[in-house]
Nanobody, 130 residues
Framework: QVQLVESGGGLVQPGGSLRLSCAAS????????VAWFRHTPGKEREFVAA????????YYADAVKGRFTISRDYAENTRYLQMNSLKPEDTGVYYC???????????????????????WGQGTQVTVSS
């Protein structure tokens, strides 16, 4: 079992920045990929960004390319989502998700599929408003 805990959400003005953290514990050796999803008002939960657990090529939704960066901390079991140039439409609950060996390795467009992630955090609220 893998436990994921998100933090770093909050209220920020348009154009501002936030950094979200996802701390993983438990069977972290079984994780292949970590991703961020978000649930914005009036929409289904959607993919934001993904990174292989051991690092490597990152993958982003078109809506956040050039503004958000997903990264890893080499010393800790923590993954980050740096969000810059935030817009009101980025408001929502952000979830960390992990894909592990019980599902199998994924890549490319598979990163966007919620069903391929078998571990989820509780979410952290991000509100972009003036």
């Amino acid at each position: 079992q893998v436990q994921l805990v998100e933090s770093g959400g909050g209220l920020v003005q348009p154009g501002g920045s936030l950094r979200l953290s996802c701390a993983a514990s438990g069977r972290t050796f079984s994780i292949y990929t970590v991703a961020w999803f978000r649930h914005t008002p009036g929409k289904e939960r959607e993919f934001v960004a993904a990174i292989p657990w051991s690092g490597g090529l990152t993958y982003y939704a078109d809506a956040v390319k050039g503004r958000f960066t997903i990264s890893r901390d080499y010393a800790e079991n923590t993954r980050y989502l740096q969000m810059n140039s935030l817009k009101p439409e980025d408001t929502g609950v952000y979830y960390c998700a992990a894909n592990s060996n019980t599902i199998g390795r994924i890549s490319g467009s598979q990163y966007e599929r919620e069903a391929l992630y078998n571990n989820w955090g509780q979410g952290t609220q991000v509100t972009v408003s003036s």
